[in-house]
């Protein structure tokens, strides 16, 4: 076979995987007039990693569906490869085990909700307004993470490696811990009831908002601002050192005041 049949051959093979690429991926790449093979690997490198990223992506969020709908038990590696379109073979590819695709779908909103209170902590401003941010920063989070937020509250304990649910774990008691001191901060500072103990003042809060994940349903209707203000309404009036008429009254000035924070 001489140079040209080569050429001509080799070009055929970079046309069909420039497409192919370009399909999957959408990625646009130019027509090749001349075969340039670092510029080629650099492209084909390229699609194929976008190609990763997009399928682990959907592999996640399918997961999160079916974890959300059937619990974690009653979800298999096969009914994931199924409701993402490839066999069930595919997402070894992506991930070893069910129980490290749930712990990719926990992990970043667990993480997300404590450097939001590691930077209320650091905030400068009153007791009820850290109280407050605390309340928004975790309850908001049930809005465009609903998913991931309701499988984090019912599923940790199907971790059956306890070095994954570890890694949660430790954020998790890291994130209530923040909560505990939140509260015990606002009693030195004669800002909250003194007399409660901090660390059952926080898991009620936590209980509180975290039985969301039982009933709460973005398409029916209730507001998560609207919880927000009816959550910290109650809370605060019970820590407020002073009557319930002036805990209200401060209540709503701190929720006007809200936007501000």
Known sequence: MNRRSVNKKFYGTVKFSLQYVRKLTRVKIERVEFVDFRQLCDDLIIGNRIMAMNRRTEILRRAAELFADKGVAN??????????????????YYFKSRHDILLE?????????????????RMDMTSPEKLRAAFENHLASFDPTYLEMSIALREDHFFADPSKLGQLQGTWDEYSNHWTELIREGQERGEFKDGLDPKMVAFGILGMCNWLSRWFDPSKGTSIDEIIDTYFTVTSNGLATTSPDIAAEESNRTICGSSEI
């Open 75 to 92: 979800t298999s590696i096969e009914h994931i490869a199924t409701a993402v379109g490839i066999k069930r073979e595919a997402i070894y």
């Open 105 to 121: 779908v926990l992990l970043p909103s667990s993480k997300s909700l404590l450097t939001g209170m590691r930077n209320i902590r």
